[in-house]
């Protein structure tokens, strides 16, 4: 499947939800869950929103990070969905103004 393909999808709740599941990474499912609830989202919105948020403003390193991930990945979709949503978090974290700041204790 192509990247554009992929993010098109990502709109649709039910392939999202799978393809979060697919990621077998319940820590990076739970910041996600987190992250959604935050933003008033199911975290398949989220993964949605996050990665064409990745697509428009990803800087060249983070392109060439996530290339990186792909050409070392047995599974290159999972590997771009999970870059592009830890990318997404780790922006979020970096720019939040709540008490808790950039710590990773926002929120709480």
Same mark, same amino acid.
């Given at each position: 499947m192509l990247l554009g393909q992929m993010i098109e999808?990502?709109?649709?709740?039910?392939?999202?939800?799978e393809a979060l599941l697919s990621l077998d990474d319940l820590p990076l499912l739970v910041d +996600?869950? /987190?992250?959604?609830?935050?933003?008033?989202e199911s975290a398949a919105t989220y993964a949605a929103a996050a990665a064409r948020h990745f697509a428009d403003h990803a800087?060249?390193?983070d392109w060439l990070a996530? +290339?990186? /991930?792909l050409e070392r990945a047995a599974d290159p979709g999972a590997a771009c969905l999970r870059q592009m949503l830890v990318w997404s978090l780790r922006k979020e974290s970096a720019s939040c103004t709540c008490a808790g700041g950039s710590t990773g204790e926002c929120h709480d």
């Open positions: 999808r990502l709109a649709d709740d039910a392939f999202a939800a +996600v869950d /987190a992250a959604g609830r935050e933003q008033g800087s060249d390193e996530l +290339v990186t /991930a």
